[in-house]
Every structure is written in structure tokens, then in C-alpha cells.
């Protein structure tokens, strides 16, 4: 909420008091101690004030509040009446424009002002002729010097403060913006993936329904667990925007708890045979080539493996939507030194709506997923139809897993969907 007027100006009225009440006490205690200085009168107490005045009234007219402070002190001082805290009020216009002023123009007027008070001040003793010390005026111009440092000092303070809480707001929206980005990329993949499987299948389920009606009843069995597993991963989603801790619920959803984004719901690399039922609905077949090493859980950081999972999915998506003719498409992940390398082939020919998708949604979430990881994506028609590769790198301090041992009559590095 923004402030009213008395909040903005209660701190120059709270310093214009203080420093008005100074100047008035001060003025009449040196009057007293300085015998052959004239009284303070009406008059001499209005010289004395005009410092604290103008501090309080000309706020955006620093040049003309240093003018009228100046002159008013150095008229002060001709006229004969006591040195002393009448120059205070002066000084508190110089550091008050040093504080609030534009920066290079404030130390300009601070320092200049600071200059034509004190050629005032020397005028007005040279007139007055009363035995004022040089060591005096010395010294009060010493004091008015070490005052505008520790008010320069000050403000450079205050604006690498402000500064540092600018960046910081800067991250903190940087932050937001990525962590939405993230949580819409998540949900376009998810529901992309779903929605187009369930159409698959729906499609399936009519065209069968009155032939095959177990066929058909396996089409709805795939729509009811295609539909389940996409309610639990947006749920996942959506517990980030809600703020729960857990990584999601869903069959397969692990939160990955060494990722540096570690609010990101994922998915494991055994999780991928799963991609595959829309495509194996319409007669394709999908084979999945990946590494022994890679498959025990854990085997590869939770973030690398949820990017992995993502290309996988939008890639076999994109098979779906644009390539009616695949017949077969391969999915390899394999671990080469510190590179988890992906492709993803498919038969749909090199011509086809894949290209047109380039410049889409799909593969341009893919790259910027796997470009954010540290990764590379290379995506285009290939020899048989369309190919995707992507290059993750896998952290340092990922130590070499053991091949797993396949189950007894199962092939560990080729599995048909």
C-alpha cells in the first residue's frame, strides 16, 4: 500500500523540529556565553530558523533551499549575533540534499553549498571584527566536512541496500516465472500425452465395440488406467502449486530428492514402457533399448531421469499425432562416460506433420527441458521417418551402477510394447 502524504513527510518534519528546537536553545546559550554578541531578537531568531524551514518546505528545490539557507545564516552572522548553532540549521539543508537529492547532482550542490557557506562565514567575520579565531572557523568547516562524508557515506549504504533488495525481488520473480514455466510444462506434456492416448483408445473402443467386444473392453480398461495415471501426475503438479511437499501419489511419481529443483514431480526411467500404450492401441510396435545399468532405481538423479522420461513421452506423443504410418518406433537410453544419451526413431516416413511441429509447442518444450538441464536436443527427419535426440549430462558424483540382472526369459535390452 502505497503511503499517504503525512507518511512521506513525517520524517522531514520529525528533522525540521528537531533541528528548529536545537538551533532556537543553542542560539540563546551562545548568546549567553558570547557577552559582546548582540541579543537574540525576533529578528536574529528568524535568521536562525530559515535553515529548518526550508528543510521542511523546499524538498524538491535544493538549490534555492542552500541559497536561502546560506544567505540567511551569513546575514545572521553580519548583523553580529552569537556563532554557534545557527550554522547547524545551514548544515542540516546540506546533508539533507546529500541524502535525497539525484546522486551526482546532490554532491554537487552539497559540496558547493558547503563552500559558499563557509566564504559567508569568513566575509562576515572579517566585518565583524570581533577577534573570531582562524582555528574556530577551521574548525567548524572541518566538522561541516566530516558531516557531508558520513552523509555520503550513508547514502551510498541506503543505495547498495536498495540495490541488494532489488536483486533480490528480481530473483525471487525470476524464480516464480521459471517455477511457472516449469508447472506448464509439466501439465502440456502430461495432458498432451493423456489426452491423446485416450483418444486412441476411444477410437479403438468404437470401432470394435460391435465386433470384438473384449477388444473393446480392453480399449476402455487402457482409457480408465491412461486416465487414472494422468489424474495422479496433474495432481503432482498441482501439490506444487499448493505447496505440499509430496512429490505426487501416483503409480510410478517419485519426488526427486536430489534434483536441483526438487518441487518438480518425476518420473523413473522404468516408468517409459508405460509411454507406449497409445501406440501399441493403434498396432505399433515400440521397442525400448535401455542400458542395464541405467534400469535399478536410482541408477540416474531423479531430475536426468524425469528430463529423459519428458522426451520420451512428448516424442512417442508426436508419433501419435503426426505419423499415422509408424509401424515401429525404438526408443534407446544408454549412458556414454558422464552423457545420458536418448533417441527416440520412428518408420512414418520423412515427410509428415513432424516437421510442421518443429516450431511448436511440443519440441520446443523438449529443447528448452533439456537445454535447461545442461543438455542438447537435436530433433528432424531422418532415413525412415523422424528422429530425436537428446544429450543430458549426469552429475560428477553419480558412482558406476552394476548391469541388473534381467528376469529369466526376458530380454534386458529389448522390450516390445
Given amino acids: 500500500m502505497d503511503r499517504g502524504p503525512l507518511d512521506r513527510w513525517r ?11 536545537v538551533v532556537t536553545v543553542g542560539t540563546f546559550g551562545a548568546s549567553h556565553w558570547q557577552p559582546g554578541a548582540r541579543d537574540v531578537d525576533a529578528l536574529g531568531l528568524l535568521l536562525a530558523l530559515v535553515g529548518p524551514v526550508v528543510l521542511l518546505a523546499l524538498p524538491r528545490r535544493p538549490v534555492l533551499a542552500v541559497v536561502l539557507a546560506v544567505g540567511a545564516v551569513g546575514t545572521y552572522l553580519a548583523l553580529g549575533y552569537a556563532w554557534g548553532p545557527a550554522l547547524g540549521g545551514t548544515v542540516g539543508v546540506l546533508v539533507m540534499v546529500l541524502l535525497t537529492g539525484q546522486p551526482a547532482r546532490a554532491r554537487v550542490v552539497a559540496w558547493s553549498g558547503a563552500l559558499l557557506m563557509w566564504g559567508v562565514v569568513v566575509g562576515a567575520a572579517a566585518l565583524r571584527d570581533d577577534g ?8 567548524g568547516a572541518a566538522w561541516t566536512a566530516v558531516a557531508l562524508l558520513v552523509a555520503t557515506g550513508i547514502r551510498e549504504r541506503l543505495a547498495r541496500a536498495a540495490a541488494w533488495r532489488a536483486a533480490r525481488a528480481d530473483r525471487e520473480r525470476t524464480a516464480v516465472a521459471t517455477e511457472r514455466l516449469r508447472i506448464a510444462r509439466e501439465l502440456h ?20 465395440l460391435d465386433r470384438d467386444v473384449d477388444q473393446a473392453r480392453s480399449a476402455l480398461a487402457s482409457i480408465k488406467t491412461t486416465s487414472r495415471d494422468a489424474l495422479d501426475e496433474v495432481r503432482a503438479v498441482l501439490g506444487v502449486v499448493r505447496g505440499e511437499g509430496d512429490g505426487g501419489d501416483g503409480d510410478g511419481v ?7 529443483e526438487p518441487r518438480t514431480p518425476t518420473w523413473d526411467l522404468a516408468a517409459l514402457p508405460r509411454l507406449a500404450e497409445p501406440l501399441r492401441a493403434r498396432g505399433v510396435t515400440v521397442r525400448f533399448d535401455v542400458d542395464p545399468v541405467l534400469r535399478p532405481s536410482g541408477a540416474v538423479p531423479a531430475h536426468v531421469a524425469g528430463v529423459a522420461y519428458r522426451v520420451v513421452q512428448e516424442s512417442l506423443t508426436n508419433v501419435g499425432r503426426h505419423a499415422p504410418r509408424a509401424r515401429t518406433v525404438v526408443v534407446r537410453v544408454a549412458r556414454d562416460d558422464d552423457l545420458l544419451r536418448v533417441t527416440v526413431d520412428d518408420d512414418g516416413g520423412p515427410v509428415g506433420a513432424h516437421d510442421g511441429d518443429a516450431a511448436g509447442y511440443g519440441l520446443r518444450g523438449m529443447r528448452e527441458r533439456v537445454e535447461g538441464a545442461g543438455g542438447a536436443l537435436a530433433a528432424g527427419p531422418a532415413a525412415r521417418g523422424f528422429a530425436v535426440a537428446a544429450t543430458i549430462p549426469l552429475p560428477t558424483d553419480v558412482s558406476d551402477a552394476q548391469p541388473a540382472r534381467a528376469p529369466q526369459g526376458s530380454d534386458s535390452s529389448q522390450e516390445d510394447a
Fill in 11 to 21: 520524517p522531514r518534519l520529525f528533522l525540521a523540529v528537531a533541528m528548529a528546537v
Fill in 132 to 139: 573570531t579565531r582562524v582555528g574556530g572557523l577551521l574548525g
Fill in 189 to 208: 506434456d502430461v495432458l498432451a500425452h493423456s489426452l491423446s492416448a485416450i483418444n486412441v483408445q476411444a477410437g479403438v473402443g468404437l470401432h470394435l
Fill in 254 to 260: 517419485t519426488p526427486p530428492t536430489d534434483a536441483p
